[in-house]
């Protein structure tokens, strides 16, 4: 038996020649090495004399081993994926009360039609078609899904009671505004969580969220929010930072802590990155990369330490190592598009995910007026996985990455098949400090 230090070994440094991490999805384990302990498992040549604890853990084995093993839990894993939830994205409008800095659904086409019974009916004969068997939920998505006005709130009642009566449960990603005009067609029963977006506190989201009339929205949202806590449903509040207000984080932090939402087990938050997906930014100087955003995070976490209680960045899969003990299963696929997630709107018109839902080109098929799926374009989706994307094949950080966003990948190369590398042995080495040390 031949042995040779890991290809899956992903290695960040913590501090400057002292100490390191090493974390092998494969094998499922992590450590911190000395810098001796780094050097013996990275020497170009070794006598085989590896300690036993090296092979134990799999950051030493037989490549043929290895390779056997790698390819069980690629089965493994298709297995677990043709049986996971499916989520089905719905748009009923692209239409938006808000004109918010950052929109990238801006330059979307005008719409020419609006949302009808019939397409709500076709909506949902087709997933009882195509998806029957799977355990699914849908998630009300935009433009904003929840717009002021009778006419919206009586299509929207159509379509929640059409799920109830199906026994699917809903989601709602909604600027929060107009809530307070539906929350009673939302019942804690099968309403699995609201997703609200605040930029920070009043003065920093209402310079960069407010109505198309210039109005602000920060203190209508807040109250909206206060009252679905109170109705028993979910509520997940999105941060989209950018270098204009990350700043404002450990201030939204307070405020949430302060209202006692952090204290509510229905409350939940999550960090967006503003970055480009399909159209110009008014100013690119603002936008982060990923790892710019997360060294910025760990700076203010360093310095506010209260953030944590608000917000626990996934630094990878550090977060995930730190609440549960133990790593995420191997990751051979990181995009859900057309495999647990699908996306259609009021048009009749299939898409792949929510970052290509609405974008001209990205057409999979309808559900209305007729069904029509292109089933090349599909099967391209769904067979993306670290598997099949050169570039990732040889990666050593493929089984963390799992090839990143497709629906960016495309954008950035011109085809589905093609790589969104993370710089994931930064990000875990700044996890590891944040959460470990």
């Not at 994926?81 to 499916?86: L, N």
């Not at 949202?221 to 109705?231: C, M, R």
């Not at 960016?408 to 190369?413: D, L, M, T, V, Y």
Request: charged fraction near 25%; charge should be negative; hydrophobic fraction near 35%.
């Amino acid at each position: 038996m031949t042995l040779r230090p890991s290809r899956h070994n992903i290695i960040s440094e913590i501090s400057e020649n002292k100490e390191y991490l090493v974390v092998n999805l494969l094998s499922g384990n992590a450590d911190f090495f000395s810098l001796a302990e780094k050097n013996l498992l990275t020497a170009s040549e070794s006598s085989g004399s590896y300690p036993a604890e090296f092979i134990k853990k799999g950051y030493v084995s037989d490549p043929v081993e290895e390779d056997l093993k790698f390819r069980l839990k690629y089965i493994e894993f298709l297995e677990e994926r043709d049986s996971e939830e499916i989520q089905l994205f719905f748009v009923p409008t692209y239409s938006c009360n808000f004109t918010c800095s950052y929109c990238y659904q801006s330059d979307y086409p005008p719409e020419k039609v609006s949302l009808s019974e019939s397409v709500t009916d076709a909506f949902f004969s087709f997933i009882e078609a195509n998806f029957k068997e799977r355990k699914k939920y849908i998630t009300l998505f935009g433009g904003e899904p929840l717009l002021p006005g009778e006419k919206f709130r009586y299509q929207i009642g159509y379509f929640t009671q059409k799920a109830f009566k199906a026994g699917i449960d809903i989601a709602v990603v909604t600027n929060g505004y107009s809530l307070n005009e539906y929350l009673d067609l939302f019942d804690p029963s099968f309403t699995r969580e609201i997703q609200i977006t605040l930029d920070g506190i009043r003065e920093i989201h209402d310079n960069r969220r407010t109505l198309k009339n210039g109005r602000p929205t920060f203190d209508t949202i807040v109250q909206n929010i206060d009252s679905v806590l109170k109705k028993g449903i979910p509520v997940n509040l999105r941060m989209v930072v950018d270098k204009e207000n990350i700043g404002n984080l450990p201030e939204l932090a307070t405020f949430a802590i302060e209202k006692g939402w952090t204290n509510n087990p229905l409350f939940k938050t999550q960090i967006g990155r503003n970055y480009e997906l399909h159209y110009c930014q008014n100013s690119q100087s603002k936008l982060f990369d990923r790892i710019g955003l997360y060294k910025h995070l760990y700076e203010l976490i360093k310095q506010h330490p209260h953030i944590l209680e608000f917000h626990t960045p996934a630094f990878s899969v550090m977060k995930f190592l730190l609440d549960n003990g133990s790593l995420p299963n191997a990751l051979f696929d990181s995009c859900p598009a057309c495999k647990s997630e699908w996306a259609m709107d009021f048009t009749g018109t299939i898409y792949s995910c929510t970052a290509t839902v609405g974008k001209p080109g990205e057409k999979l098929g309808n559900f209305f007026p007729e069904v029509f799926l292109n089933m090349a374009r599909i099967s391209e989706w769904q067979k993306r996985d670290v598997m099949h994307i050169e570039e990732c094949k040889k990666c050593n950080v493929q089984l963390v990455c799992g090839g990143g966003c497709g629906s960016i990948a495309s954008n950035q190369h011109q085809k589905i098949l093609s790589p969104d590398c993370r710089p994931v042995d930064e990000l875990m080495g700044l996890g590891a400090k944040a959460y470990f040390k």
